[in-house]
């Protein structure tokens, strides 16, 4: 095998059985996929983008969101974006382009209070942003839905699936942070955590904000406790692939194995990246990424259509 898929299978770790049927490393059918791909031209071209026009969602007594949409085949494709990201990062625009390359249905938003979306960013909770999801998914997609959810997005994602299984049909979670920053805080000192309580905002470091830090609100925090789900069985059947870097310093990657356990579901793979940090935007990362879409689209496709 030669160029992007060598380049991401020496990448990944070796692979061994999950007694939830995840898989540490690379199962059969992405292998399989792999292989296939490499014999070909890639049908996917970033380069080629076209623009998409931004539209907007009204919802009565809630912000109207911001989102864009390319119509097509199903199962569709919703990109669910980690905390305070919009839907222009290098995760979202290339699954546009491998929706489109495909004909495949894909819908990429702003959370409430992010981005062109309205709302105010210190209103905002992990509540009012399931609420969001929820009305991607009700008022915008056409039949079943692959979610992909990046960092807070893949919390979200869960719970998007828990409330709509009908419709939810395959998750994709890429650093997967469920219950992430309710984990982190508990895990404080606790002379911190009641600096915090009485300052009521937590300056979480964070090499990824332009600041260093990022101000979070502390009664985001206790909002966010209502939203935990590892603390039980995570009642979600369908498909499930988690993929995760090792290098990743935000969210442990052993949070997706968490996960995996928690999940009730059969059909969940775990997808290790040695090399790879919290953002997963690399090459290498994003080659991987779609052809866990794809082989999730050849895999529900037959039962979709």
């Keep these: 095998m030669a160029g992007v898929g060598m ?17 540490f490393g690379l199962h059969r059918g992405l292998t ?3 292989a296939r791909k ?6 996917w071209l970033p380069a080629c983008r076209q623009k998409t026009s931004v539209s907007f969602l009204s919802r009565p007594d809630l912000p109207n969101l911001a989102y864009k949409k390319l119509k097509g085949k199903s199962p569709g494709v919703i990109f669910i974006p980690g905390y305070i990201s919009n839907m222009n990062g290098t995760k979202a625009l290339a699954i546009e382009e ?12 702003d959370y409430s209070g992010i981005g062109n ?3 105010n960013l210190e209103e905002c909770t992990v509540g009012r942003w399931r609420k969001d999801v929820l009305s991607i998914i009700d008022d915008l997609a056409e039949g079943p839905q692959i979610l992909v959810g990046s960092s807070l997005g893949g919390w979200l994602m869960f719970h ?14 890429i650093a997967t942070a469920v219950d992430g920053l309710v984990t982190q805080f508990n895990q404080l000192p606790i ?15 964070s090499r990824y904000s332009e ?3 990022y101000h979070i609100q502390y009664s985001f925090i206790k909002e966010a406790e209502h939203h935990c789900l590892l603390h039980s069985p995570i009642p979600v059947k369908c498909p499930v692939r988690l993929l995760h870097g090792m290098k990743d310093d935000i969210i442990p990657w052993h949070t997706s194995i968490q996960v995996a356990d928690r999940v009730l579901s059969t059909d969940v793979d775990v997808i290790l990246r040695k090399h790879s940090d919290h953002r997963m935007k690399e090459k290498a990362d994003i080659q991987l990424l779609v052809y866990t879409i794809d082989d999730l689209i050849d895999k529900l496709s037959t039962v979709v259509n």
């Design 98 to 109: 491998f929706c489109k390359s495909l004909g495949h249905a894909y819908i990429r938003f």
């Design 38 to 43: 490499a014999e070909g031209t890639p049908r």
């Design 191 to 205: 002379e911190v955590k009641k600096e915090v309580e009485m300052k009521g905002v937590w300056a979480m470091p």
């Design 160 to 173: 998007a699936a828990i409330a709509r299984p009908q419709k939810v049909v395959a998750l994709i979670g």
């Design 211 to 213: 600041e260093g830090v």
């Design 117 to 119: 979306s309205a709302g």
């Design 32 to 34: 399989a996929l792999l």
């Design 7 to 23: 380049a991401a299978l020496c990448a990944w770790v070796p692979c061994r059985r999950w007694s939830k049927a995840a898989v």
